[in-house]
T-cell receptor, first 117, second 115 residues
Framework: GAGVSQSPRYKVAKRGQDVALRCDPI?????LFWYQQALGQGPEFLTY????????KSGLPSDRFFAERPEGSVSTLKIQRTQQEDSAVYLC???????????????FGEGSRLTVL | AQKITQTQPGMFVQEKEAVTLDCTYD???????LFWYKQPSSGEMIFLIY??????QNATEGRYSLNFQKARKSANLVISASQLGDSAMYFC????????????FGKGTRLHILP
């Protein structure tokens, strides 16, 4: 597709369940970011990939959160043993490598809204 | 410490007036980029404008301009001739290019345009 695709768009999980959120970036985009956005707040950085390399995972809130991008394209954010505080919109964004001809701006997906009961 | 600070949680502006949304940033990296994004109630994130730290001129994109004051570490967004469709959340963001290129966001300003 032309844009960043995220699935599922909506996920309801019972506390303690594991969830997996998928992101399919724009073809050719080497950089991929995951953000967590609570209602009325700004996107909080979770983790960042350049191709298959996870360059920064400093924003992952706990060891229950895990992200991967094994072939440098599709990425999955996994949350184990979900808690109520994990309820948020999870945004995925991709970008071209920063260069002289582009700003490296992020192209966002529509997000995955997770509700933990 | 906050790297991106947006001090205005909410603003109300009359239609057709100009509006300035404040953003200050904190970095010791000489090479960085600043972005503004718009997020309407539908939730999508829309890229508006970019300013590089080495750019000599302030960025402009249609009705959007960025008032870049490097010494003050300020990157305010100016929207001219506001329209009802400008009502949305606005986020300032920064990429520190000497580091690992991650992009971090401020907490946002909710802009309401009044008819």
């Amino acid at each position: 597709g032309a844009g960043v695709s995220q699935s599922p768009r909506y996920k309801v999980a019972k506390r303690g369940q594991d969830v997996a959120l998928r992101c399919d970036p724009i073809s050719g985009h080497v950089s991929l970011f995951w953000y967590q956005q609570a209602l009325g707040q700004g996107p909080e950085f979770l983790t960042y990939f350049q191709n298959e390399a996870q360059l920064d995972k400093s924003g992952l809130p706990s060891d229950r959160f895990f992200a991967e991008r094994p072939e440098g394209s599709v990425s999955t954010l996994k949350i184990q043993r979900t808690q109520q505080e994990d309820s948020a919109v999870y945004l995925c964004a991709s970008s071209l490598a920063l260069g002289r001809e582009n700003t490296g701006e992020l192209f966002f997906g529509e997000g995955s809204r997770l509700t933990v009961l | 410490a906050q790297k991106i600070t947006q001090t205005q949680p909410g603003m109300f502006v009359q239609e057709k007036e100009a509006v300035t949304l404040d953003c200050t940033y904190d970095t010791s990296d000489p090479s960085y980029g600043l972005f503004w994004y718009k997020q309407p109630s539908s939730g999508e994130m829309i890229f508006l404008i970019y300013q590089g730290s080495y750019d000599q001129q302030n960025a402009t994109e249609g009705r959007y301009s960025l008032n870049f004051q490097k010494a003050r570490k300020s990157a305010n967004l100016v929207i001219s001739a506001s329209q009802l469709g400008d009502s949305a959340m606005y986020f300032c963001a920064m990429r520190e290019e000497g580091r690992d290129d991650k992009i971090i966001f401020g907490k946002g300003t909710r802009l309401h345009i009044l008819p």
